[in-house]
Each structure stands twice: as C-alpha cells, then as structure tokens.
C-alpha cells in the first residue's frame, strides 16, 4: 500500500466566470468542487494507475466533510484522514472563459492544536506498518511544528517504509536531517530553500544535508535527479500546453510507484515525466491523460550526466 | 414579529489579499464566513435594533449547515431555514489590501426541486402567522419558478402581513400582480426592469402594476418613495465613504421596522436614510454603525414632491 499525507487538504473550488475583472461583481457559471491539497492529488492518480492507496493527513468542519465526501467517489483509494476541530481551507481558482487563465486564492488552513498532531502522529505511526511507501506533500497547516515531516520521516523509517518529500522551505529543510529516500523541489522551491540558482549545485546541497536522493522538477525541461548510483536527466520529447499545477503531484505519484516496485531511476523517471505530461494534458490536478502517459513513456530521453570536471 | 425570507441564502467568504493580480496565485491572508443573502443582513439589522426576527429560507449541504451555525450565533435571531437537498451557494469577496477594492464572485445557488418548493411554502404559510411584516430579498435559486415571490406576497397579505419585496428582474415583474405593500428596488433595477430611466415614471409604472408603494434607492442620492399619500424624497445630509454592500439591507430592514410600527412615511424614510448610511460606514453587509445611525437620523431631509405639470 502507499500512503499519502495531506496535513493541509484542502476543497478546490473552480468557478468559471466570463471574464476576470477586478473590482468588479462576477457571476459564476460553472462552480466544481473537488478533493485537494498535493497529497490528495498524488492519491488520484496513484489510484488511477491502480494502485492501493490510502489517503491521510487532516480534515475539519463542514469543508473537510465535504472533501471527504468527495474523496470517498474515487476508486481504489481509502479515506484515514484524521479529524481536527479547525475548518479545513478551501482554495478557490477563478478560470476567465475569455482567455482561459487561471487566478489562485489559497486560504492557510485550520489551527491545528498540539494534541491534533499528537493525535495524527499517533495514528499515521499505525498507518505507515502497512505501507511501502510514503509520500508527504505541501504545505503545513499554521500550529504545526516546521520540523512536522522530519518526525513523520523517522516514523516511516523505523517502520521500513521509503518516503518522498514534496514540500518547500523550512518544512524541507527541517526534514532532510531524517533522511528522507526521495525530495522533490520544482526548480523555485530549490533555489529559495539552498540559495543556489543552479538546480544540480542545489541538490548536491540537498543530499548533503540529509536527503537520499534529489529529483528537481524545471516544468517542460524535466527532471534531474541525483541519486546515491549517479546523476541523470530526463526530459520529455515534446512540450505539451496545458495545466501545469498537477503535474507535480503526478512526479511523485511515479516516483513512488517507482520506489514501491523497486524499479531503476531511468525508468522511474521515465515515468514520472510521461505521467508529468499526462497531467499537464488534463484540466485538473490529480487528473492523468491515458493517451499522452502511453505516448510519452516510451519516448522520454533519459541520460546520465558526468560529474561536473573539478576547475 | 417580523419575517425575512432569504431563498438563496448563502455564506458570504471574504478573503483579504495583499493585491488582486490576475492570472497569479495568491496566499489569502484573512478569510472571514458569515451566514449572508439579502434577507439574512436584513435579519441581523433588526436584531440589531432589538426586532423580534425569523430568518426563513432554503438552505442545505455543508455550506447551509456552516450558514446555519453562523446565523444561531446571532442574538435574537430565530433560525427557521428550510433544508434542501443541494449545496447552499458561497459568495466570495476578495478584498485587495493595496487600494480596498472589493472583487466578488457570486455562485448561483442550488438547484431546488418542485416537492422543495411546495415544503417551504407550505412552511412558509405557517411561520408567516406569526408575522407583522414579512421581508422578501433577492434573486431565486435556480429551479424556482420566477412567480415564487408573488405567491409568498398572496400567503402573506392572506395572513394579514405586510411585505416588502427587495429583487430585481422577473421575479420583481412578476410578484407585482401580488400587490406587495412596498417595493424596494435599487435606480438601476428600476430602469432595468421597467426600461424608464427616470426613477419618478419607473416608481409609478411599478405601482400601476401593482405595487402599493415604491421605495427607489439611488445610492448617497437617498431615496424616491412613491405611496398611496402622495410622493416624498429623503437624502442624506452628507456624503460617507464605505461599503455600499450592505445599504439596501439596511433601508428594507427599516422599511420593515416602519411598516411593523406602523410609522409615518416621512418617519420611516428618514430612519430608512439614516440605517443605509449606517451600514456604509461598516465594513460587512448586515452591520450598521450606532454612531451613524443616531447622527443621520434626525439630519435626514425629507421633502413632498408635488405631481409633476403636465406638459
């Protein structure tokens, strides 16, 4: 089974409206409302490949009931998140029909008490014995510790799970001293978290901290990883338009399918960047497109770089 | 005991952003929920003033249920909300923090079935027993016939109530034939619904349709009343700054108050000047400021207008 945490899920609500225009009173359309937060979506299209998933993290009020809710429609995927009193977030994404652009309002989320993430803490160490792999995703909800995942982290090792990390700035590097198997920073959130603009510097200092293995995500251009056999690239055969804010979340899906069937880094990555595109080719995040996943992962250019001559 | 109908109550969101930028992606700093709908801010303004108040309506879903909470927080107000089986609209303001400028996205609403309809309005037969006067605000959830105020009007006046109706479009045309005691539309919604663009003929063509009095709004302009006794005019003796939002509650909240009183015109528009004021000069639609309210209530100018000459 793999495991999704989620500490900040939230409900994505996308409303359609003719045009965006500030100051002004819209009337929405078209209104969907849908399970998310990065672990939620990691969850859907693990589930969609069929895989044995089981959601965690935490939820609260009448918006977590109706994520959970929502949650509850997929297939193949279990609902464990745990209850916290705080309102869970909502984001809400205004899509302008006249040009198709996207603005993003994203609340912080509940309060999470101390005896809340004790609670989780407690529950996700009885979850994680059943798990091969652990994926823990985004943001942290205001009250909880910035060293949240590194506690997680070590739960999963001593567990004998293998964990991947996708979150950025004091949450990432307060848990790379755990030793997390697998981080994945887009280009951004390496940059801001190491001060280094070049992603391969960057993820040398990721590994160097703690972190096992470093896959950075440069939207188009792919990804690099460097890994304990090696660095490689890989790089999609085309570029694709469409929606990029899933196609993070479809990247750890793959790298922990990866990790879970115990596959080489070039095929994973292979995958995680064929799955990448297949995300970007849909409309929502969490969503994976059959055609372009099949198309693209035999085609995906994956290369072993040379360490870089010492000068 | 007065009481307000809210048909597409709703949860009024307000996010507060530090600028509104299209086609960006924005950490909301402050998100405030509060039960909202026209009917609901008229309600609380009642409370306000110590009104005994029934809120009525439909509501359902989690959202109806966090309206619903929201609205028993409130002291003096009896929660006598109809459920229905589909989600309670949201509203969302977003408020930019560079300039105060407020961008609002309205949801349309549930879609209510026939047998819904038949519920509410046989409860609505019950509750409005209890009733001197009888608030209608509001546009209809989708599903609604668009004579749905003028059959609560028929209920009411059988009941002996007085209404006072505050929509705009075909469910005002269509209530008219009712005859409502006073109806309340905004100078835009007048011009709109009757196509004349000067208040003084939309008020009269309103009531030669049916209504018995016309109140028209015209921002900080005040208001045009055209009754039975004749044709009077009310404006405030300054100008404010502030939320315009909430203004035309406040002035149905005060109709209502004069009409239960059984006041005088000039009595009741000066106080209907006074309250919409009141609210401009607060930041949140169904809150009026006391200071305002005893300032503007005695400063108000109420003039008779003569027939206008024939020509």
Redesign the interface.
């Given at each position: 089974m793999i495991l999704t945490v989620t500490l900040n899920a939230a409900l994505d609500v996308t409303?359609g409206?003719d045009s965006?225009?500030?100051?002004?009173?819209?009337?929405?359309g078209t209104?969907h409302?849908r399970a998310g937060g990065k672990g939620v979506n990691v969850a859907r299209v693990l589930a969609a490949l069929g895989h044995d998933v089981t959601v965690t993290g935490l939820a609260g009020?009448?918006?977590g009931?109706?994520l959970r809710e929502d949650l509850r429609a997929v297939a193949g995927l279990r609902d464990e998140l745990v209850p916290v009193a705080g309102?869970s977030?909502q984001t809400?994404t205004?899509v302008?029909g006249d040009d198709g652009?996207?603005?993003?309002?994203?609340?912080?989320g509940p309060k999470v008490s101390s005896r809340e993430w004790r609670a989780f803490a407690d529950r996700f160490a009885v979850l994680v014995r059943e798990a091969s792999v652990v994926t823990l995703c985004g943001s942290l909800p205001p009250g909880l510790p910035s060293d949240a995942y590194a506690r997680l982290v070590r739960t999963a090792a001593g567990a004998g799970a293998l964990t991947v990390l996708d979150t950025s700035g004091p949450p990432l590097l307060d848990a790379l001293g755990a030793g997390p198997d697998v981080v994945k920073p887009n280009a951004a959130e390496l940059a801001a978290a190491t001060g280094c603009a070049d992603a391969a510097e960057g993820a040398a200092r990721l590994r160097a901290l703690g972190a096992r293995s470093v896959v950075v995500s440069s939207g188009p251009d792919g990804l690099l990883a460097d890994t304990p056999g090696g660095r490689l690239r890989a790089a999609p055969p085309e570029r694709l338009a469409g929606n990029p804010t899933g196609a993070g979340d479809a990247c750890v899906a793959a790298l922990a399918a990866g990790l879970a069937g115990g596959a080489d880094w070039p095929v994973v990555l292979r995958e995680a960047v064929a799955l990448s595109a297949a995300a970007v080719a849909r409309p929502v995040a969490g969503d994976v497109d059959a055609g372009v996943h099949r198309r693209f992962r035999t085609a995906v250019i994956v290369e072993e770089l040379h360490a870089p001559q010492s000068h």
């Open positions: 409303y409206v965006l225009r500030p100051r002004t009173s819209h009337r929405v209104a409302r009020g009448p918006t009931a109706l309102e977030r809400v205004v302008s652009d996207a603005t993003v309002f994203n609340e912080q």
